[in-house]
């Protein structure tokens, strides 16, 4: 009989009146229900849930000119730092890491399509995760969040999601370029292609079993698949971590001024903050950690680990740092407090030196992970009011036009014009807040001077 990591947990709880140690009495650990074995097992369950990223990060922002290994750097770090900070400061079993879409609206959007340096992009994360830590200080966080209606909330996510979809057909060639249609299918003879497919099914199949570490899983095994026919060069394991020196400290704030950019910077703050709460909700939740009225204790000390986050990875070279929903995972083996959140921050240390294994993992192999991370934020558009056209049309409107449009900048201006008119034109003015027909007013003015 296999022993899992919840039959673990449950088989070690605290024993009343056991005397209390050091880690028990910083992270409350008895008052939490948990015992230190269950906070480590819970923080490696994490931990492998999410190290796919280390692997997805630098590959996704290589397309901005950012160098790989500095990158990979800048992603063990930020990821390390930011969780050990939401752990000690925060003692919420939350770990944190560059944030898929994120770093894709960096490369795509803001670098591609916008034509900033990736320096600048640097900038506009720096900016926003300033812009988070004022909202956290100041509690202007909830009126921010509440004024947004959920639908544009969902539709945001949903359209991240396709846009990380499309962006890992291209990688693929799954889907290509076309002078009539624009986009056409690409030729599945391509191994790469099968490979990005196989890769896909392997991790949706493997996380559907709960396998732990399934994404990576996946990942790995079409890597290997792909070094024989040389699709992916064997580069070795083990190494000592590439220098930081290329991204480090490198933003440039020569752009500040410039209406595009302030664009930007709210587009990556939108995301961060809409993103970031609705995973401390769901996972402390799941972990049983709200108070009897729904309300997350130590809720600005979260906060402002997550605002941290943003600005310290944008410093050593990263796209915006947030809080990763896989925590889930390892609340659900047991994990209550920080401590879990201690040991997915030390394992993401240790990751450093597995850059060689990172540097070879081919486009094909990151793509399978992104499509299925495509699928697992466009199912916001299922909790979509469906039966009022003035939700639903500026909805699929926002989340339609990111992929389309290649930005998910544009996507959200688009969404905000859409409602508010929707709602004005239909006489229904209480369901436009201010704050979001000041939104609507900005991306229109915006749109207006190309």
Not at 30 to 42: D, L, M, N, P, W
Not at 247 to 257: E, G, P, R, V, Y
Not at 304 to 310: E, G, L, R, T, V
Not at 397 to 403: Q, R, S, Y
Request: glycine share 8%; aromatic share 10%; with cysteine.
């Amino acid at each position: 009989m296999t022993t899992t990591a919840t039959d673990a947990a449950a088989a070690h709880k605290p024993v009343p009146g056991e005397p209390k140690g050091v880690l028990d009495r910083y992270f409350g650990l008895t008052a939490s229900g948990t015992t230190v074995r269950t906070e480590v097992i819970a923080g490696v369950t994490t931990f492998l849930t999410m190290v796919y990223i280390v692997f997805v990060n630098p590959t996704i922002l290589a397309n901005a000119g950012m160098d790989k290994g500095a990158v990979f750097v800048a992603t063990c770090i930020a990821a390390a730092v930011s969780t050990l900070v939401m752990a000690l400061y925060a003692n919420y079993p939350v770990a944190l890491a560059p944030g898929m879409g994120l770093n894709a609206f960096f490369a795509f959007t803001v670098v591609l399509t916008y034509k900033y340096s990736w320096q600048q992009a640097l900038a506009a994360v720096f900016c926003s995760g300033v812009l988070f830590f004022l909202l956290s200080i100041f509690r202007l966080r909830e009126y921010v969040i509440n004024a947004i209606p959920k639908t544009l909330k969902l539709a945001i996510s949903a359209g991240v999601g396709l846009f990380l979809g499309i962006i890992a057909l291209e990688q693929s060639k799954i889907v290509v370029a076309h002078p009539v249609t624009l986009v056409t299918l690409g030729d599945l003879r391509h191994l790469p292609a099968i490979l990005c497919l196989v890769g896909f099914v392997l991790i949706a199949a493997l996380n559907s079993r709960n396998i732990l570490g399934g994404t990576l899983i996946g990942i790995l095994i079409v890597t290997l698949i792909g070094l024989p026919f040389g699709h992916a060069t064997w580069g070795g394991i083990v190494d000592l971590p590439p220098s930081l020196a290329p991204t480090f400290l490198q933003l440039d704030f020569s752009a500040i001024h410039e209406q595009t950019f302030l664009i930007v910077v709210f587009s990556f703050l939108f995301i961060d903050v809409f993103d970031n709460a609705g995973t401390l909700i769901g996972v402390t939740h799941r972990a049983g950690l709200l108070d009897e009225n729904g309300h997350l204790p130590r809720m600005k000390q979260a906060l402002i680990s997550d605002s941290f986050a943003a600005m310290f990875g944008a410093l050593i070279g990263t796209s915006t740092t947030t809080s990763y929903i896989e925590s889930a995972a390892g609340v659900s083996a047991g994990g209550r407090t920080g401590l879990m959140a201690v040991v997915v921050a030390l394992l993401f240390l240790l990751a450093l030196f597995f850059a060689p294994l990172a540097g070879m993992i081919p486009a094909y192999a990151s793509a399978a992970a992104l499509l299925y991370v495509a699928c697992l934020m466009t199912r916001g558009l299922a909790e979509i009011s469906w039966d009022d056209v003035t939700e639903y049309a500026p909805a699929v409107v926002a989340a339609v036009t990111m992929p389309l449009t290649y930005s998910i900048a544009t996507g959200i201006g688009l969404g905000f014009i859409t409602y508010t008119a929707a709602k004005i034109v239909s006489g229904r003015f209480r369901d436009a807040s201010p704050a979001v027909i000041v939104l609507a007013l900005i991306f229109a003015a915006k749109f207006a001077m190309g």
